[in-house]
């Protein structure tokens, strides 16, 4: 493993993509190419894989990102840590084009999907989401909508239409692949609203599990739960491990340990963008970091 940013490192803005402030990308140059999973192991078999070259990004002229380049192995779980307001969550958004949404938001670089740039002229933001779906903090169902129609609403919002057999099946299948099915395989009708926090947020897991993501990115999706609701949410992220590709953010040490296999430590300071400072295996990173700063943050001695 690399450390991600030290490819690049003091090179200009490669690619400005979408509204980059005037002044930001005062380069255009060419960049060797990250060589494709130089971050991790082969990548599994039919499944995708994330990278950002040079990923910068800015909210009107604070720019709070810096060149993030990072390699998310496509099967793995890949965890994103850092002191509050370092950008992790943004880089998160920029991943599935939500960063795009804000007003005033800007953001120069490349993010691959499978080698394809998810930022590609043409490309709908529509189908990228698909592809790549979010958790957010809180669970966030449709309290009054029944469990079954909150995982088929994935499908509707999606533009996805299936017969009645079909939808059926890939209700039962998300349920399952989201650890709630046996939970609630005997009250399918009833509101989504009913289950505790812990069940909805797996609810909310199964609905973007119903449209079939190459992607699941989770922001903080257990800040919100119990200690065993958490508990059960990491099983399901151990249970999706190797089946499809996640990237979490989490402020919970342990957490990041047992759930991921690669970890990449983002900071940034009063006057400097959030950059990563290390990334690589997350026994490693754990284990042996290589930069004091990340030994500091994962021994608890600041943030
Ligand atoms: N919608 C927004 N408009 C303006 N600035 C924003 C917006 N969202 C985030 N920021 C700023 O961008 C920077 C990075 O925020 P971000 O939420 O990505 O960090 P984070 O590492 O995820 O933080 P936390 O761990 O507290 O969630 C912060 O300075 C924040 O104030």
């Known amino acids: 493993m690399t450390d991600a940013p030290n490819l690049t490192a003091d090179l200009p803005v490669a690619r400005p993509a979408g509204t980059v402030p005037p002044g930001a990308a005062e380069t255009t140059l060419t960049l060797p190419p990250v060589p494709s999973g130089a971050f991790a192991d082969a990548p599994a078999e039919g499944l995708a894989g994330l990278e950002t070259r040079d990923v910068s990004a800015w ?39 939500m960063h795009e949404m804000v007003r005033g938001a800007a953001l120069a670089g490349e993010v691959l999907l499978d080698g394809d740039d998810v930022y590609r002229p ?32 994935g499908l509707k919002l999606a533009g996805i239409k299936v017969g009645k057999e079909e939808r059926e099946h890939l209700v039962e299948s998300s349920l399952r692949r989201a650890g709630l099915w046996d939970e609630v395989a005997t009250r399918l009708h009833t509101p989504g609203g009913s289950l505790s926090g812990g069940q909805q ?53 342990q957490q990041a340990q047992r759930v991921s296999q690669s970890c990449a430590f983002f900071l940034a300071t009063h006057d400097t963008p959030g950059r990563i400072v290390e990334a690589g295996p997350t026994e490693q990173l754990f284990g042996s970091p290589r930069d004091q700063r990340t030994a500091d943050y994962v021994n608890g001695r600041f943030g």
């Open 59 to 97: 909210f009107g002229s604070h720019k709070v990102l810096e060149r993030v380049s990072l390699g998310m192995a496509a099967g793995e779980v890949t965890a994103l840590i850092g002191p509050s307001g370092c950008g992790k969550s943004t880089y998160l958004r920029i991943l599935n084009r």
């Open 122 to 153: 043409g490309r709908r933001p529509a189908e990228v989401r698909r592809r790549i779906g979010m958790v957010f903090q809180r669970p966030n169902p449709f309290p009054a909508m029944s469990i079954q129609d909150n995982v088929a609403s």
């Open 201 to 253: 947020q797996r609810l909310c897991i199964a609905r973007s599990l119903a449209v079939s993501p190459d992607i699941l990115l989770m922001d903080e999706p257990c800040s919100a739960l119990d200690p065993t609701s958490t508990r059960r949410v990491e099983e399901t992220i151990a249970e999706l491990r190797g089946r499809l590709t996640i990237v979490i953010v989490t402020h919970n040490m």
